[in-house]
């Protein structure tokens, strides 16, 4: 797994929603309970990607293995049950997003 930082000063969540990291270019959200317009994280199942931005703060993991993306899925899912809160993969109502997920195994994560 490799990662990357960055910092966006002014920034929200919705430049990426609706940009960097829209169901156009393969991205589902990852939907919990802390989500707000300073707090979102995104998965693309094709790219093996998950970026997460807190409040200006941008990481960005790029796993090697399917088998290794589904574990950091895996990983994300339990901190939040762990945690008190609720976690689901919005495939955005992309066929091909929700089929590579299931391929993954992590369909029992998507709502």
Same mark, same amino acid.
Request: net charge negative; proline share 2%; glycine share 8%.
């Given at each position: 797994?490799?990662?990357?930082?960055?910092?966006?000063?002014?920034?929200? #969540?919705?430049?990426? =929603?609706?940009?960097?990291? !829209?169901?156009?270019?393969?991205? @589902?959200?990852?939907?919990? +309970?802390?989500?707000?317009?300073?707090?979102?994280?995104?998965?693309?199942?094709?790219?093996?990607?998950?970026?997460?931005?807190?409040?200006?703060?941008?990481?960005?993991? #790029?796993?090697?293995? =399917?088998?290794?993306?589904? !574990?950091?899925?895996?990983?994300? @899912?339990?901190?939040?049950? +762990?945690?008190?809160?609720?976690?689901?993969?919005?495939?955005?109502?992309?066929?091909?997003?929700?089929?590579?997920?299931?391929?993954?195994?992590?369909?029992?994560?998507?709502?």
């Amino acid at each position: 797994m490799t990662t990357e930082h960055r910092f966006y000063v002014n920034g929200d #969540r919705y430049a990426l =929603d609706f940009n960097g990291c !829209s169901y156009k270019k393969g991205y @589902a959200q990852i939907d919990t +309970d802390q989500d707000a317009w300073y707090f979102g994280t995104w998965a693309n199942p094709t790219t093996r990607t998950i970026v997460n931005y807190a409040e200006g703060d941008l990481t960005i993991e #790029r796993a090697e293995t =399917d088998a290794e993306f589904a !574990s950091r899925i895996r990983d994300l @899912a339990k901190w939040n049950a +762990d945690n008190g809160y609720t976690f689901g993969i919005d495939p955005m109502c992309n066929a091909a997003i929700e089929a590579a997920f299931r391929t993954l195994g992590l369909g029992d994560l998507l709502h």
